[in-house]
């Protein structure tokens, strides 16, 4: 509520200045510090939690999609999306998957405490470099989770499962863009504007 | 206005680092509880109900592509069908009369020696629903639950035999473990000779293994394995599977067989759950529950 205030009553001012002191303002200024919509990341969470609902995940080096969106709003919108959504949506997946209760959901919770602790570090990056920390924290995350797994089942599921990290980690620049999508369309039609 | 508007100089709120020791400590309890009890059972059945709309709704696109599929391939698939059909009734037609004849046979057999009649056994059509992502356990969610009657224990039938065994059931949903998996176990008989025999999940994927055979053991490749009806929850004269290959081994003095499954879960989407009363067989079904989670 506060934040869109102060948008609202920001936009007017940078438009008035901007004829005499356009030239002086940062190509920059403005675009990363816009926060998304709260609707909009819980629509992607939502999106991205239906698609898992199907059984592309089968395939073992598939990247978990879910987690790769919950860390990424981690990352970007600390205030908003939080460990404790990364908890719930982990125990769903749980309840879907019919593994233990809590599997899902302790990676989870670990990947975006991971993200939420590089935050300040890596929010003023661009996705490729924030890509780069996010891999050893989706291979931690996963290879604790994999860790308990197979010590509760008492057989280890092999190595396959290395690649979803690596592939999460590719995906990440492509979430960036279009998760970010919102935005940049806003910021295309105020240069526009100007 | 001026008030809310102030800088929040300090976080507010318990730090990261508390967060998820709370959260992972959680995690790691659940996890925990799950495996040794199962008191988290309401939990999970009240989470499934609620995942239940989302996931017929994600499935729905593929029920209506097979849905248009079945409907677009109706003519060709009745005809040769009806082929079919029409071949197996004359290959059945004398089988038949003989089965006639040997049922009176039996009956009569049966009334002088006084033997109660085989009840039929009701049952309720399940269709798959999807399966489960697991590396370990091979199991299939299917779209009826506890509304229809379904109760851990039951077993699962196809048109070539047992398919498996309902493990957990929630009230619009209900996971089998499947004859292959490790953890499942059946009391068979071999149809030539009679002997009596359990059948393990085995350690090859979709095969059965016959253990704890004696080395002179009567049991040679082809052979047909079926249910013995022993232990109360598989109904007797169901077919299990066919035995592929006997292994001797003379240094432990035991034999092993391998057999292959006559059903095919991986081939139908339509299953049968024979609704045998399990209320009494409370041991199994702990059994059971350790058989869900054992599973993952």
Redesign the interface.
Known sequence: MLRKMDNSTRAPATRRTASSLSSLEPIDASPFKRPSSGLFIWFTIVLTWLISLLPWRLWQPAPDLLLLVIAFWCLNEPQRVSMVTAFIFGLLMDVHDSTLLGGHALVYTLAAYGAVALQPRLRHFNSVIQAIHMLPVFVLADSIGRLLYAWTAGEWAGWQWLWSPVFMAVLWPLVDILLHMPQRRLDDGDAGAV | MQE??TIRLFKRGPT?EL??FV??L??????V???RWSV?QP??QA??VA?YP??R???APRDAVEHFNDWKDAASLARSEKEALQRQRIELAQISTHAAQLATENEQLRRLLRVADEVTQPSVAVEVL???????SH?L?FNKGSSSGIKPGMPLIDEGGIVGQIV?VTPFTS?AALLTDDKVSIPVQVLRNGLRLIAFGGNVSGKVEVRYLTANVDLVPGDTLITSGIGGLFPAGLSVATVDSVARDPATGFALAEATPLSHPERHRHFLVLLVDVSTQDLHQEGLSHV?????
Do not use: C, K, W
């Open positions: 809310t508007g990261a967060r998820l959260l992972a959680l995690a790691v309890a659940l996890l509880v799950d495996g988290l939990a999970r989470l499934s995942l989302f996931q709704l994600m499935l999807y399966e489960p992502p697991n590396a370990f199991h969610i957990r996971e869900a989670q054992d599973g993952q």
